[in-house]
RNA sequence: AGCCGAUUAGCUCAAUUGGAAGAGCAUUUGAUUUACAUUCAAAAGGUUAAAGGUUCAAAUCCUUUAUCGGCUACCA
């Protein structure tokens, strides 16, 4: 068999994912048996502008080796993929490519055309992310992709938002909201970045007091609101102000008079202990108004100018030349006290940076009260969902839910979903699923739909339920047009009768980033608890973040990001998917590409032992029942079947924990130590030599089935791997001997080839075999004695040595076994094993366990100082740990309390360190 | 301001309920009749940020401090 002598990830990258997807493999489907237990995971769906970054490919990694681990189990299994139609960020970007090719505004094209123009778009470009989560090799069910902008998912939104609305948890109103002048929309506090500067002003101004020569000072950061005050509030405990509550305020640069009033919201200490209140711009002032009736006065426009009502000096200009000018006509009126520099936080757009402004403003609520319960119920009864890690996400989840606000989920925007509610003339407003319902209730009013459009989160909030046709005929559009037939069609299609929701909800396993469990996994917890009864999952894995080498966050302002695409190309995919399964569950990590230069390695290694036994596969088959043994099994073979069962047990313990660093690490070294550097080069004489030729004392027939007995360990190997590295296993597995589809799990019976069907190994607790581990151990620790004399005595490789052993008689049997092995490895010519050490003073001597030595005969070689410090150097490292051991029993308190079975491995301990001190000891007094 | 996390070998990170501190990279030394130099072998490298406490036993639990990071809220 040809096979190259390195691995070239791109054909197999190119090659097997679009076999697998036009096979129906992703799909629950290709799932034959009818009693299959279900698996299901909801992508989170990207941004329909985004593209792939670190922190998707990590997640997505995690994503497809559960699925994947989970197919191979024989679940049937279903990972939905879909994109986010992203309202603000598509909008942008379209306006943005508006303003360049055509130099045209959305309301030059109008409403209607823009969002035309939106579609084209999302058609034209909304498929780099879906491509590249492909490159990824995510093994997504492509023909239940879904759009937050579907048909069957607006239509859900409408459904949620008429129910809540009928029920009074959604409402309108005017509130003071977070508005981006930028952007000119409504944003959720959520959406709001605090962004600190140092080089803010805490701005002193006077308001005389009207009937008094007394003026009162007010600090504040923001002085162009002051066009809009109603009232300075103080203390009512303050006894500076105390005879001024109740009196009246004129206010400077406008002909109104305002009240003093008194309220415990005021700080005395703080500024000057009294308060500009401005109810239209400023969340506090807004409340406080409200308990003392004070009238509320918008004085800015949408975009951050003065209005109208703040006086015609003012009419027109942006908020930053009105402050400006405010200042500058306090200056003239002899009332600006005094400018402190102050360090002040400010409130911005997520996404354009502009300073946000609390703005007084009419728009639509959900009421976030019964909602949070529904979520704190289920956490407190249920530990619902589970997070992984627990610590800290579970508090900070709780916590948050404590304090919530009710939600602004309108938006002035175009793109997205429009509000169900139409207005009459008289500003009647009538909430319904359906224009013509609407025309119904109104009875035939003139009617205008309300122009905004639904907060993204919205939507994504129903994602758990919304994409598995949620409130829609069953058997219909869960399914698209057109895709049955790229689906596999040998296998038998479930008849769909019962719906996806039914099957797949609530899902199992919901992996994220943390920055969104607020805006998204609580609300999915909400919205699926209220709508469908269930839970959106069981568990959510919150994922790390992936910083830049330096632990700087990954950003596009910075430029510090490394692209997964790159990655991809450099070192391949599943070089890259390693590395990042490899990293710790839910900890940060420094992105560096060395660890996934080792994880190419490794990929090559994989690629290397199977090359191997490719060339020495004559006559052998992948055949299971080969790793079987008899009692007369070498203890090489009992070792690795004994090893690759208890890796097989480990590696399904650590994912059902989601601990999926230390299934990469057992796996890893597993393949690279035990098989490859251990089981290759011990059994290499047994196997290779190219034909089926007999070597001395073995049949043509042992050698076939020692080929066997390597190939099938390899094979079972590579399908542990494989949810790991699915491209590599897949293309080394097509070229095993004898691979077919009655290799596969059987619920995949009858479809095409993969290992991606094969079953995943669970382990076979009674195939380990802890006497052949231990025994091997004896034999790999003789041969690292071995090797450490030879690098230490500076010893030619070339030179043949001769191998003295002293001990017991069941080691003895164990060395004599694997003799031939043995002098291979260690290069040596001759082992001579006996009861007592019998060997030349002029040797190089080590201590081994179980009271065994190792002495080798350097008659002319050995350099007697080098020898003795060799010696005193392992005595000495002995001792440390010896008397550490003699200390820890001779403590009473340890004996008596800590478990027996621990104490017992301490003493074991150190009667070997005794014994082996002795040994060394007496082969230095020799020495001298 | 509050809450949370982190601090372990030169670097990046592990360490399952408290029970002999481990990998990979980098370093040093040696190896090329080989499945793989994307390789193999060997060595060296630690007062687990600091101080105190609980315990027979602490990287792990508690207290304090320092540095870094995150989140939430608010500062008129």
Not at 736 to 745: E, G, K, M
């Amino acid at each position: 068999m040809e096979i190259e002598k390195s691995y070239n990830p791109k054909e197999a990258e190119e090659t097997h994912y679009e076999r697998w997807e036009k096979n129906g493999c992703f799909a629950p489907e290709i799932n034959e048996n009818p009693d299959a237990v279900p698996f299901s995971i909801v992508i989170p769906p990207p941004n329909v502008t985004g593209s792939l970054h670190m922190g998707h490919a990590l997640q997505h990694t995690i994503m497809d080796v559960l699925t994947r681990w989970k197919r191979m189990q024989g679940f049937k299994t279903l990972w939905l993929p879909g994109t986010d139609h992203a309202g603000i960020s598509t909008q942008l970007q379209v306006t943005k490519k508006l303003l360049k090719e055509e130099k045209k505004t959305r309301w030059d094209l109008g409403r209607e055309e823009f969002t035309k123009r939106v579609w084209d778009w999302k058609r034209q470009y909304g498929g780099e992310i879906t491509r590249q989560i492909r490159r990824e090799g995510a093994s997504v069910d492509w023909s239940r992709e879904r759009f937050t902008m579907d048909k069957s998912l607006s239509k859900a939104v409408r459904e949620v938002f008429c129910s809540l609305f009928e029920q009074g948890w959604i409402y309108r109103g005017k509130r003071i909201v977070n508005w981006c002048p930028k952007d000119k929309t409504v944003l959720s506090d959520l959406e709001v970045k605090e962004e600190t500067r140092k080089d803010g002003k805490l701005v002193y101004l006077q308001y005389p007091i009207k009937n008094s020569t007394r003026k009162l000072t007010v600090a504040t950061t923001r002085p162009e609101t002051m066009l809009g005050d109603s009232a300075v509030a103080v203390n009512p405990k303050d006894v500076r102000y105390s005879d001024l509550i109740g009196e009246i305020i004129l206010l400077p640069l406008t002909n109104r008079e305002i009240p003093i009033v008194a309220d415990e919201y005021v700080d005395a200490e703080f500024g000057t202990g009294a308060v500009k209140i401005t109810p239209a711009h400023d969340p506090n002032d807004y409340e406080l108004g409200l308990r003392h009736n004070l009238p509320q006065i918008v004085v800015m426009n949408d975009d951050a100018t003065m209005n109208a009502v703040a006086g015609t000096d003012f009419n027109g200009l942006d908020r930053y030349i009105a402050r400006a000018k405010v200042i500058e006509k306090f200056d003239e009126l002899g009332l600006l006290e005094k400018i402190d520099d102050y360090e002040i936080s400010l409130p911005c757009c997520e996404r354009c940076k502009t300073v946000l402004e609390p703005i007084l403003s009419e728009q639509w609520f959900v009421k976030m009260d019964e909602m949070r319960d529904i979520a704190l119920n289920l956490m407190k009864t249920e530990n619902s969902p589970r997070f992984s890690p627990e610590v800290p996400h579970t508090k900070v989840y709780t916590n948050w839910l404590e304090n919530l606000k009710d939600w602004t989920i309108s938006r002035q925007l175009w793109w997205g979903h429009q509000i169900p509610a139409w207005y009459d003339d008289l500003g009647n407003v009538f909430v319904a699923r359906t224009f013509e319902q609407a025309k119904a209730k109104a009875q035939n009013a003139n009617l205008t739909q309300d122009e905004d459009v639904l907060d993204t989160w919205f939507s994504s909030g129903l994602w758990a339920f919304s994409t598995f046709g949620w409130n829609e005929k069953r058997d219909t559009e869960t399914r698209r047009n057109g895709d049955k037939e790229n689906v596999f069609s040998a296998g038998k299609f479930l008849k769909v009768s019962e719906s996806d929701l039914d099957v797949f909800c609530p899902t199992d396993v919901l992996v994220t980033g943390r920055d969104i469990i607020f805006l998204w996994v609580s609300r999915m917890v909400m919205m699926t608890k209220k709508f469908v009864d269930k839970k959106p999952f069981n568990d959510v894995i919150i994922t790390g973040t992936v910083l830049d080498k330096n632990g700087q966050r990954m950003s596009k302002t910075k430029g510090n990001g490394v692209d997964p695409l790159d990655v991809f190309e450099k070192y391949g995919v599943d070089a890259t998917r390693l590395t990042l399964a490899g990293s710790s569950t839910g900890a940060d990590f420094r992105w560096r590409d060395e660890n996934v230069e080792q994880n190419r390695n490794f990929a090559n290694k994989i690629w290397n032992a199977t090359r191997f036994c490719l060339l020495n596969s004559e006559g052998a088959k992948v055949d299971h029942s080969s790793l079987i043994l008899d009692e007369n099994a070498s203890i090489a073979d009992k070792w690795i079947i004994s090893r690759l069962n208890k890796t097989a047990i480990n590696v399904n313990k650590e994912l059902e924990k989601y601990q999926f660093h230390t299934a990469v690490n057992l796996l890893y070294h597993f393949f690279w130590d035990d098989f490859c550097d251990w089981y290759i080069e011990l059994v290499k004489d047994e196997i290779s030599s190219g034909n089926l030729q007999e070597n001395e004392g073995q049949t043509t027939n042992d050698k076939g089935q020692a080929r066997t007995r390597i190939i099938t360990i390899l094979e079972v190997a590579l399908r542990m791997l494989h949810p790991f590295m699915p491209f590599l296993t897949e293309e080394l597995w097509l070229k095993l001997p004898y691979t077919s589809s009655n290799l596969h799990h059987e619920a995949y019976k009858n479809a095409p080839q993969t290992i991606m069907l094969t079953s995943f190994p669970l382990g076979d607790l009674s195939a380990i075999d802890e006497k052949a581990e231990a025994e091997m151990q004896a034999v790999i620790e003789l041969i690292s004695k071995v090797r450490n004399i030879r690098a230490e005595m500076s010893i030619k490789p070339s030179e043949r040595l001769s191998l003295h052993v002293s001990a017991d008689g069941d080691l003895q049997k164990v060395f004599a076994d694997n003799k031939a092995r043995i002098l291979k490895i260690a290069r040596a010519s001759n082992l001579i094993l006996s009861e007592t050490l019998n060997a030349p003073k002029a040797s190089a001597k080590a201590a081994l366990s179980r009271g065994a030595e190792l002495a080798i005969p350097l008659e002319g070689l050995i350099d007697f100082d080098k020898e003795r410090t060799r010696l005193e150097n392992q005595v000495a490292k002995l001792e440390i740990e010896g008397s550490r051991l003699s200390g820890q029993l001779s403590n009473e308190g340890f004996v008596k309390q800590a478990p027996a079975e621990k104490v017992v491995e301490l003493q074991e301990r150190l009667i070997e360190i005794e014994s082996q001190t002795k040994a060394l000891n007496l082969n230095l007094e020799a020495l001298k």
